[in-house]
């Protein structure tokens, strides 16, 4: 079976299930095989989702929850993804809960964003989050 990997505007008309061609075009490239979803990708399209095509957080929770669901998605990291979409859910922002995540290979992740520090100690444990000093 043939797996295409994906580009945000794809991926964003897939979830979002807009009406029109492009959404046709993304529902019969699924349809007809595998799509691949790297987390860059899946990280701009929480974006969009969000702010272009003004989707509430519960909503696009919902449809990255969904999508993890659909055999023929391939996600990039998946288990990763899951994590930080729990967290997102929880009330960190989408992209700074995959950049802790995806740091699970190190041994701390370090900003200057204090709200970062406080959020993912309190939603996710895969890794120390210390404010920079």
Known sequence: MKKTAVDTN????LLAEEPGAEARYAEALLSSGRIYVSKSVLLETEWVLRTALK???????????????IDR??????????VAIA???????FGDAL???SAS???GFVTFDRDLVKLA?????????????
């Open 121 to 133: 100690n309190r939603h996710m444990n895969e890794i120390s989050v210390e404010l920079a000093q």
């Open 55 to 69: 989707i509430k957080r519960q909503d696009v929770v919902r449809m990255m929850l969904s999508m993890l669901e």
């Open 105 to 107: 290979d190190a041994d």
């Open 99 to 101: 950049h802790v995540v």
């Open 73 to 82: 998605i391939d996600l990039e990291c998946a288990a990763q993804v899951a």
């Open 87 to 93: 967290a997102f859910r929880q009330g960190m922002d």
């Open 10 to 13: 794809i991926l964003a008309r």
